[in-house]
C-alpha cells in the first residue's frame, strides 16, 4: 500500500510538517502546485493545509482531485494559531466538500505567525479579527504574532499511518 503527502501553505510552516511527517514515514511529498502532485497514484492520502483567513489553502485543489481523494483512507492535517475545536471544524466545513470530511481522520496542528512576514491585506484581516476577539489571548497573538511549531506534534498522523498501513497489511 503505498501512500503520499499533499500540502498547501503559504508561510513555510505546512511545508516544515510535511517534510517532518515525510522523513518519518518514508512517504514522497508534494506541494499541490507541483506539476507531480497526482493523488490518482496513491491507496491513501495525507494532506496538508495551512488556515489563512478562515479557509484551508489547500480547498481549490482537493476540490479539482475530489474523485481521486475521496474514496481513499485520508488524513488532513490542518497548520494555523486555532487549536483543535468548533471554529477550526467549521473552517474545513466551508472549505471542503462533506464526501470527502465525513470520512477523513483530521489532526490540528499549531504553526507559526510572523505578522511581518505577511501581505497587507492578511496583516488587516488579523487586525479586525483582534478587534472582534473576546479571548484577550488569542487578541494577543493576531497582532503580534506566535510560534507553536513542534515536531512531536505530529505522533498522531504517525499513529493513523501506522493504522492505515497494518489494516491494509491484515487480510480481510
Known amino acids: 500500500m503505498n501512500g503520499a503527502i499533499f500540502f498547501s501553505g503559504q508561510y513555510g510552516s505546512t511545508a516544515q510538517y510535511a517534510d517532518w511527517i515525510s522523513e518519518a514515514t518514508g512517504l514522497p511529498m508534494f506541494a499541490v502546485n507541483d506539476a507531480n502532485a497526482d493523488p490518482s497514484k496513491f491507496d491513501y492520502l495525507i494532506l496538508g493545509s495551512s488556515v489563512i483567513v478562515y479557509k484551508l489553502s489547500i480547498r481549490k485543489w482537493a476540490r479539482a482531485n475530489l474523485a481521486s481523494i475521496e474514496n481513499k483512507p485520508t488524513i488532513l492535517f490542518t497548520v494555523s494559531g486555532a487549536p483543535a475545536g468548533a471554529k477550526l471544524d467549521g473552517w474545513i466545513a466551508g472549505s471542503l466538500p462533506e464526501s470527502l470530511t465525513s470520512k477523513m481522520k483530521h489532526v490540528a496542528l499549531r504553526g507559526r505567525l510572523r505578522p511581518a512576514e505577511l501581505n497587507w491585506w492578511v496583516r488587516l484581516i488579523l487586525r ?45
Open 128 to 172: 479586525i479579527g483582534a478587534w472582534k476577539n473576546d479571548d484577550p489571548e488569542a487578541k494577543k497573538e493576531e497582532l503580534l504574532g506566535f510560534d507553536y511549531m513542534d515536531k512531536s506534534s505530529i505522533k498522531p498522523i504517525l499513529e493513523l499511518v501506522q493504522q492505515i498501513q497494518s489494516s491494509e497489511a491484515t487480510p480481510s
